[in-house]
């Protein structure tokens, strides 16, 4: 039961709302995960950079669908339910359900279970265009965390 619970509170703390304003706060990096590449099995830097450029742009592009569709949204929920022009906009009752944190929240209190417990989610890949080449080229460059 306990599982369940934290399970369910997990899955809506941490909207993107609650980190807008840590956007001009430093990198802060994630600790490496396990089953990366040996030092003998790191790639060309080249099959590397490619790698790395097709990520960037791909996840751009997933982003942009998502912005259009705000932009849109935020002038349609504005509408009353009616016709306008072709396009009939309406409302239906969501099926999704949100866990109500002020409840479970009394619910641990009341049974002295202390805080809700939370767990950090999985570290997000990010990839930035590096400030400089490093300077030996022939010498890979390799930064443990």
């Not at 805080?115 to 570290?123: D, E, L, N």
Request: aromatic residues 4%; contains cysteine; hydrophobic residues 45%.
């Amino acid at each position: 039961m306990l599982g369940t619970i934290t399970d369910v509170v997990r899955s809506v703390v941490g909207p993107a709302a609650l980190t807008a304003d840590q956007a001009e706060t430093a990198i802060v990096e994630a600790p490496n995960p396990a089953g990366l590449y040996e030092v003998d099995e790191i790639l060309p830097v080249e099959q590397i950079e490619a790698a790395a450029r097709e990520y960037e742009r791909a996840a751009d592009q997933a982003r942009l669908p998502d912005r259009g569709e705000r932009a849109a949204k935020k002038v349609l929920e504005r509408l009353p339910a009616s016709t306008h022009g072709t396009w009939r906009v309406f409302r239906t009752p969501s099926s999704r359900q949100a866990p109500d944190l002020a409840e479970i929240t009394r619910i641990f209190k009341a049974h002295g279970l202390g805080p809700v417990s939370m767990k950090a989610c999985a570290p997000s890949l990010k990839v930035k265009l590096a400030e400089a080449a490093p300077v030996d080229v022939d010498t890979p460059v390799l930064v443990s965390t």
